[in-house]
């Protein structure tokens, strides 16, 4: 092995770990997307019951459905999702697998490319080919052409899991804060935990991403209550003329 500084840039692949990552990171993403969707989905269906009925009854009734329907409904989706990556990331290593049984040559010359184009010299570029080719020539190639790892591939199951416990989760604080806060202050308990909820949520989903916190928490926070001002007025509105 060479160590010739700018051979050892191009071993440290930063594109390839930065990818694996976020892949690991993908139960964590779908988890936290699932408990913010469970908070606002289930919130909105029992304030605008409760503004609509102080019948305990309906809240239940209305609430459980949510929490129930919402959490299959996000698990199924996220497994769709989650499905149609991994089913690509399979066919695009089985290409390449096929590509390096069949015409291993040009695929070397390919990888020698790859890393000339990132700055290398001729020779140098062809030797860090031909000895990560010798090591792992299927790991290199995934690396270089499609940031992907073949032992990385992110696992539908694992969202779909994440989501359905995460929704519920989620949806139980709202269910539970409607049903167990007496009168009056019901409603404006609700609105208050799931507000709060919420910007725990849009925080950790800010962080995984490296984005803004402030910026994440703001929106999440605006279209909870958005949401939850628009059921409330619907509501009101069918309590008020006798509808419901």
């Given at each position: 092995?060479?160590?010739?500084?700018?051979v050892?840039t191009?071993?440290?692949?930063?594109?390839?770990?930065?990818?694996?990552?976020?892949?690991?990171?993908?139960?964590?993403?779908?988890?936290?997307?699932?408990?913010?969707?469970?908070?606002?989905?289930?919130?909105?269906?029992?304030?605008?019951?409760?503004?609509?009925?102080?019948?305990?009854?309906?809240?239940?009734?209305?609430?459980?459905?949510?929490?129930?329907?919402?959490?299959?409904?996000?698990?199924?989706?996220?497994?769709?999702?989650?499905?149609?990556?991994?089913?690509?990331?399979?066919?695009?290593?089985a290409?390449?697998?096929?590509?390096?049984?069949?015409?291993?040559?040009?695929?070397?010359?390919?990888l020698?490319?790859?890393?000339?184009?990132?700055?290398?010299?001729?020779?140098t570029a062809?030797?860090?080919?031909?000895?990560?080719?010798?090591?792992?020539a299927?790991?290199?190639?995934?690396?270089?052409?499609?940031?992907?790892?073949?032992?990385?591939?992110?696992?539908?199951?694992?969202?779909?899991?994440?989501?359905?416990?995460?929704?519920?989760?989620?949806?139980?604080?709202?269910?539970?804060?409607?049903?167990?806060?007496?009168?009056?202050?019901?409603?404006a308990?609700?609105?208050?935990?799931?507000?709060?909820?919420?910007?725990?949520?849009?925080?950790?989903?800010?962080?995984?991403?490296?984005?803004?916190?402030?910026?994440?928490?703001?929106?999440?926070?605006?279209?909870?209550?958005?949401?939850?001002?628009?059921?409330?007025?619907?509501?009101?509105?069918l309590?008020?003329?006798?509808?419901?």
């Amino acid at each position: 092995m060479t160590d010739d500084p700018e051979v050892r840039t191009a071993h440290s692949d930063e594109p390839h770990a930065v990818t694996g990552l976020a892949q690991r990171l993908n139960w964590l993403r779908a988890g936290v997307l699932g408990a913010n969707d469970g908070i606002v989905s289930v919130a909105a269906v029992v304030v605008g019951v409760a503004a609509a009925t102080t019948s305990q009854a309906a809240i239940l009734t209305a609430g459980l459905a949510a929490l129930v329907g919402g959490a299959i409904s996000m698990a199924l989706g996220e497994y769709v999702s989650v499905s149609s990556q991994s089913d690509t990331e399979k066919a695009l290593i089985a290409k390449e697998k096929h590509e390096l049984a069949t015409m291993p040559e040009e695929e070397l010359a390919e990888l020698a490319g790859f890393y000339r184009d990132r700055g290398l010299s001729d020779e140098t570029a062809r030797q860090v080919a031909v000895e990560l080719t010798e090591h792992d020539a299927l790991g290199a190639h995934l690396s270089a052409e499609l940031h992907i790892d073949a032992d990385d591939v992110v696992s539908a199951w694992h969202a779909a899991v994440a989501s359905f416990v995460a929704f519920t989760i989620g949806g139980l604080l709202p269910f539970a804060t409607v049903l167990l806060v007496p009168e009056p202050a019901k409603i404006a308990a609700t609105f208050v935990a799931v507000l709060v909820a919420l910007a725990l949520t849009g925080g950790v989903a800010a962080w995984i991403g490296g984005a803004r916190i402030d910026r994440a928490v703001l929106r999440v926070v605006v279209g909870g209550a958005l949401a939850l001002g628009a059921t409330f007025a619907v509501g009101s509105l069918l309590g008020t003329t006798g509808v419901a």
